[in-house]
């Protein structure tokens, strides 16, 4: 059965604490919150007015699915306690069941921990530019969608709703978060790219780049949270289509990207309504990027 589509959430008895590009967050209690992952879909930065059917669920249960098979890297946000337990009210939890997760309140550290194993995006602009991708030398004469060496730890900032994050150097991370949680962040990051390459290519997919985020408890250990090698956070593409030199085709919202070029808009909101044959195309790439990741090896 298809699950309701979920663009906004305003649920009963709890306090709305933040609405993301993608997630809700509500307050629960002193130690913990729930995390609601809608439908919503984000392109160039702006939130688009169309939810993209089964998105949220498809988020939610491939960033489980690695939550609990990374535990032995780094812990996570995750409590599992059950949804039921803070969402009483039967309509409520109808929306969000399958979608949503309680999690530990933790101190978010204020940079996003980026790994590239291949030179794609802005690594490839930056690359162009300076042989460089955040300040990291890189052996010259490569091409678009190289493999590199070893993957590398390209931290970013996090922005502000509407804006580009922003790449800077290990140096400038340190500066933000101490030289010392700088460094282990950069461990556990590769740490988990590598883990999740070798369970991806077993599965005929190439993770060519990924980022994750983290907080620290009270007693400063560092956690896993947000979501993790989800579509939305990582690119994925099929091994059999990757080619050095041009740009594969990938499992997330590539389809509405491309017809967003097509249209005179300026990338500001508000955002052009989508097609349904868009939407329909894009919510298949999200539901076979979850086959694919927690389906058996090939």
């Known amino acids: 059965m298809t699950p309701p589509t979920v663009h906004t959430t305003a649920l009963k008895g709890l306090t709305k604490t933040h609405s993301g590009k993608v997630r809700d967050i509500y307050a629960v209690d002193g130690s913990s919150m ?8 984000s392109a160039f930065d702006v939130i688009l007015p169309d939810p993209i059917p ?5 988020l939610n249960e491939i960033a489980n699915y690695w939550f609990a098979r990374t535990t032995h890297i780094v812990p996570n946000h995750l409590t599992r306690r059950a949804v039921r337990e803070v969402v009483s009210d039967p309509e409520d939890l109808a929306l969000v069941e399958g979608r949503a997760v ?11 921990a980026v790994v590239r194993g291949y030179l794609i995006g802005s690594g490839w602009k930056d690359y162009q530019q300076s042989g460089k991708v955040c300040g990291i030398q890189l052996p010259p004469g490569l091409q678009l969608a190289a493999k590199l060496p070893a993957p590398i730890f390209t931290p970013a900032t996090k922005a502000e709703a509407g804006a580009h994050d922003v790449n800077i150097s290990f140096d400038e991370a340190a500066a933000l978060i101490g030289a010392d949680i700088a460094a282990r962040v950069r461990e556990i990051s590769i740490a988990l790219y590598a883990f999740a390459s070798e369970h991806a290519a077993a599965r005929g ?9 983290f907080g620290l408890d009270d007693e400063g250990r560092i956690h896993l949270i947000d979501e993790a090698l989800t579509p939305d956070s990582s690119r994925f593409w099929p091994a059999d289509t990757w080619r050095v030199g041009t740009s594969p085709p990938s499992f997330d919202k590539q389809f509405v990207r491309d017809y967003l070029e097509t249209l005179a808009w300026e990338k500001k909101p508000p955002a052009p309504r989508l097609p349904a044959d868009i939407i329909a195309r894009t919510s298949e790439k999200y539901r076979e990027a979850l086959a694919r990741i927690t389906g058996p090896a090939r």
Do not use: C, M, Q, S
Not at 34 to 41: C, F, G, K, N
Not at 54 to 58: A, F, Q
């Open 205 to 213: 997919l190439i993770i060519a780049d990924t980022k994750f985020e």
């Open 34 to 41: 729930l995390i609601v992952t809608t439908d919503r879909l």
């Open 54 to 58: 089964w998105k949220g669920h498809v």
């Open 102 to 112: 309680i999690v530990r309140r933790l101190r978010a550290l204020p940079v996003e």
